[in-house]
C-alpha cells in the first residue's frame, strides 16, 4: 500500500522503520510536528521521526495543524491508501480521516478501552497494573475510540520505568503495526468495535504531576517515580529548591515520619506513610545528577530534616 506516516517522538521511529524495510508498504510521505527548539541551546531540530524520514529522501510535511488546507490537498496529491500514526501529537478531524481508503491507523501504547489518552504508558505503571501492551485501531473523531485490528500484550516488571517499557512497546508495536497493514491489504483483517466497560483515560502528565507525596505508601512512590522517568521526571522540594529523583527500591524499614531522611553509610533513606525507601540518584538545582549517598555526604543533612 502506499502509506504516508504521521508521528513525531522518538518512540514513532521503530515504527517508520519497520515499515520502511517492510516489502509490501511504500512511505511516500511523513507528516510530523513542526521544528521546534530543544536542549539547552534552544536549537531549532527536526523531529526524529522527521530526522529518519530526512535520511531516506522522504518528503516531510509539518504543518501547523492537521486542517490546514496547504497541508489537506498536499495529502490529496499523494493518494495515501493508509496512514498509520504513532504518537503524532495532533488533533486529526473528519476532513483528514477521509482522505485515506483505509482510514488513519493508529498504534497505541495500551489495550483499549484501557487508557485512552496522551500518557497509557504512565498511567499503567502508576495504576500498578502488571499487564499492558499495544493497540492498532482506526482513528475516529472520538479520542482513541475506534475499532481494535490487534493487540499485542507486555507485562510490566516491579523495576519497569516509563522510558523502558515505552521502548519495548515501541518495538513490539512496530511489528504489530506492520502486520496490521498487512492484513488490511489482503482484506483478511476485521476490526472490532471496542468494549463500552473499563475504559479508563490517561491524561498528559505535567511537571506538577511529577511531584513525589511522601505521605502516600512506599509502593505508591516507587510507582509514582517510575511512571514519570524520564520525562517529566519525578520531584520535591528540599530547602526550598526543587530536588530531583530517580527511581527508588521500597524497603522494609520503618521508624521514619514521610519525607524525613536517613543518611546512612550506604544508602539514603526517606520516610512514606508506610515503610521507607531507599533513594537511587537525585539532581539537586546546578548539579549533576548523582548517588544520593554522594549528593548527601556533599551537603549538612541535620536530624529530622525532610523532602516535601
Known amino acids: 500500500m502506499r502509506v504516508v506516516f504521521a508521528g513525531t517522538p522518538e518512540p514513532a521511529v521503530p515504527a517508520l522503520r519497520a515499515l520502511l524495510d517492510s516489502s509490501r508498504h511504500e512511505v511516500v510521505a511523513v507528516v510530523t510536528r513542526p521544528d521546534a527548539p530543544a536542549g539547552r541551546g534552544r536549537k531549532v531540530v527536526r523531529s526524529p521521526v522527521g530526522a529518519l524520514a530526512d535520511e531516506h529522501g522522504?518528503?516531510?510535511?509539518?504543518?501547523?495543524?492537521?486542517?490546514?488546507?496547504?497541508?489537506?490537498?498536499?495529502?490529496?496529491?499523494?493518494?495515501?491508501?493508509?496512514c498509520p500514526v504513532v504518537a503524532y501529537g495532533?488533533?486529526?478531524?473528519?476532513?483528514?480521516?477521509?482522505?485515506?481508503?483505509?482510514?488513519?491507523?493508529?498504534?497505541?501504547?495500551?489495550?483499549?478501552?484501557?487508557?485512552?489518552?496522551a500518557a497509557p504508558v504512565q498511567?499503567?505503571?502508576?495504576?500498578?497494573?502488571?499487564?499492558?501492551?499495544?493497540?492498532?485501531?482506526?482513528?475516529?473523531?472520538?479520542?482513541?475510540?475506534?475499532?481494535?485490528?490487534?493487540?499485542?500484550?507486555?507485562?510490566?516488571?516491579?523495576?519497569?520505568?516509563?522510558?523502558?517499557?515505552?521502548?519495548?512497546?515501541?518495538?513490539?508495536?512496530?511489528?504489530?503495526?506492520?502486520?496490521?497493514?498487512d492484513g488490511i491489504e489482503d482484506g483478511t483483517l476485521r476490526a472490532e468495535e471496542q468494549s463500552a466497560d473499563g475504559v479508563s483515560y490517561a491524561p498528559k502528565v505535567t511537571v506538577d504531576d511529577a511531584k513525589v507525596d511522601f505521605t502516600e505508601p512506599a509502593r505508591a512512590?516507587?510507582?509514582?517515580?517510575?511512571?514519570?522517568?524520564?520525562?517529566?521526571?519525578?520531584?520535591?522540594?528540599?530547602?526550598?529548591?526543587?530536588?530531583?529523583?530517580?527511581?527508588v527500591e521500597p524497603t522494609e524499614e520503618t521508624g521514619l515520619a514521610p519525607g524525613e531522611i536517613s543518611v546512612q553509610r550506604r544508602r539514603v533513606l526517606v520516610g512514606t506513610a508506610t515503610t521507607a525507601v531507599r533513594l537511587g540518584e537525585v539532581q539537586a538545582r546546578g548539579k549533576k545528577r548523582m548517588a544520593a549517598t554522594d549528593w548527601a555526604r556533599g551537603i549538612s543533612i541535620e536530624q529530622g530534616t525532610e523532602l516535601a
Open 221 to 247: 512512590v516507587d510507582r509514582l517515580i517510575r511512571s514519570v522517568t524520564p520525562d517529566p521526571g519525578a520531584w520535591c522540594w528540599f530547602h526550598g529548591e526543587r530536588l530531583k529523583l530517580g527511581p
Open 58 to 82: 522522504i518528503e516531510v510535511l509539518t504543518p501547523s495543524r492537521a486542517s490546514d488546507p496547504e497541508f489537506l490537498e498536499r495529502l490529496r496529491a499523494l493518494e495515501p491508501d493508509c
Open 90 to 117: 495532533a488533533l486529526l478531524r473528519q476532513e483528514a480521516l477521509s482522505i485515506p481508503q483505509h482510514g488513519w491507523i493508529n498504534l497505541h501504547f495500551s489495550l483499549l478501552p484501557h487508557w485512552r489518552g
Open 123 to 181: 498511567a499503567a505503571i502508576r495504576h500498578g497494573d502488571e499487564i499492558t501492551g499495544a493497540s492498532t485501531f482506526r482513528i475516529v473523531p472520538d479520542l482513541d475510540a475506534g475499532p481494535v485490528h490487534g493487540v499485542v500484550t507486555e507485562p510490566i516488571d516491579g523495576t519497569d520505568t516509563a522510558g523502558a517499557l515505552l521502548g519495548r512497546l515501541a518495538e513490539s508495536g512496530s511489528r504489530l503495526l506492520v502486520a496490521t497493514l
